[in-house]
């Protein structure tokens, strides 16, 4: 978990000092004074890259030519450094040594539920999947290789569709096969895990109609294929795979199901409940990551646009009871003198450092 940032010529900061807490850290003032871009400087640190844009230039301070991260982790005090001056890429060092996205993401796994992430439901089956997919990176290096060792082999596979040379592609069933099982035997388990955690979270609010309405959500994975006995099998659909010259089914096309009585919640949810079905399902990720021994920390930015009051109020409930590191920004202070734990609550108000 991250113990302190220190930012220089990044975005609006001139030069930064945070020391956070290891639970709940709440960011809040007026746009423009640099609350997203906190959250985007520990996004970094974790990924070697931003949540809000490709265009790394972007990053540094206007009239600046570099811009410098420097964060300390809890316990072990490691030091991820991240530089980007505008005339050469992104470099990232873990204790001085040279490191990769990869290293970063082992080092400092992140949840982060972003504007992308509140649309999780009404967004497309690759987005879902790609949130899934990310999420278990994080939590299995076993996972990790099946993945790998999947896609190569379907892209070999795909390639040989293409070519016309139909015997084989056919030759390379076996393997997506076999690791195409492997993937969704974990992908089915660690969705179960979910759905207990996410249905653990909305008890807090149970007198709320809209939370015990979360409740009832089935949150499930359409394995990207349907057979009589659930069986992986390409050869039931190697016609057709011919025909469209690509492979039509499988874990690549997967997707996490979510619907009320049978009815997909894209079509239920307003704008703002989707948000707040997002933003719990984000906590529960993290949650049941947690839960698997796989420490991470959490971000959530903007968190009360398009959600009323009494439902934020309950929202809140739910973050003030979260077991394990949290960033979250919002433009008003959405904590009082009355909270409960106030002393495992850090609050930055962020017009403060600039």
Not at 213 to 241: A, R
Request: hydrophobic share 40%; aromatic share 12%.
């Amino acid at each position: 978990m991250i113990k302190n940032i220190k930012l220089a010529s990044f975005r609006c900061f001139d030069e930064a000092n945070f020391n956070f807490s290891d639970n709940i850290n709440f960011f809040y003032g007026v746009n423009g004074s640099g609350k997203t871009s906190l959250l985007e400087s520990i996004f970094l640190c974790g990924n070697a890259k931003s949540f809000k844009t490709s265009k790394s230039d972007s990053l540094i301070k206007a009239g600046c030519d570099l811009f410098n991260i420097e964060a300390t982790l809890s316990g072990s005090n490691k030091v991820i450094s991240i530089a980007k001056s505008s005339k050469n890429r992104i470099k990232v060092k873990l204790n001085n040594s040279i490191a990769s996205a990869k290293q970063l993401m082992e080092c400092l796994p992140i949840i982060s539920v972003d504007s992308k992430m509140f649309f999780l439901a009404t967004n497309s089956p690759e987005y879902r999947r790609k949130v899934l997919d990310k999420t278990l990176f994080l939590l299995s290096k076993d996972y990790q290789f099946n993945w790998f060792s999947y896609h190569k082999s379907l892209r070999q596979r795909n390639a040989c569709l293409r070519d016309g040379s139909f015997q084989q592609a056919k030759s390379h069933n076996p393997l997506i096969t076999k690791y195409g099982e492997l993937l969704n035997n974990i992908r089915s388990m660690f969705i179960e895990n979910l759905h207990t955690t996410f249905r653990s979270l909305v008890k807090i609010n149970y007198e709320s109609p809209f939370f015990s309405l979360l409740n009832e959500l089935d949150i499930k994975l359409f394995s990207g294929y349907e057979s009589s006995n659930d069986v992986f099998n390409l050869d039931q659909c190697f016609d057709d795979d011919c025909s469209r010259r690509t492979t039509t089914k499988g874990p690549h096309k997967a997707d996490i199901v979510l619907s009320l009585d049978g009815v997909a919640v894209s079509e239920i949810f307003s704008r703002g409940e989707e948000k707040i079905f997002s933003i719990v399902f984000g906590l529960a990720l993290a949650k049941t990551l947690i839960e698997n021994d796989q420490p991470c920390i959490t971000l959530i930015d903007d968190i009360s646009s398009e959600i009323d009051n009494k439902r934020l109020t309950n929202l809140i409930r739910i973050i003030e009871l979260f077991d394990g590191q949290l960033f979250f920004s919002n433009i008003s202070d959405v904590f009082n003198s009355t909270i409960e734990h106030d002393n495992l609550i850090k609050k930055f108000h962020m017009e403060q450092f600039n």
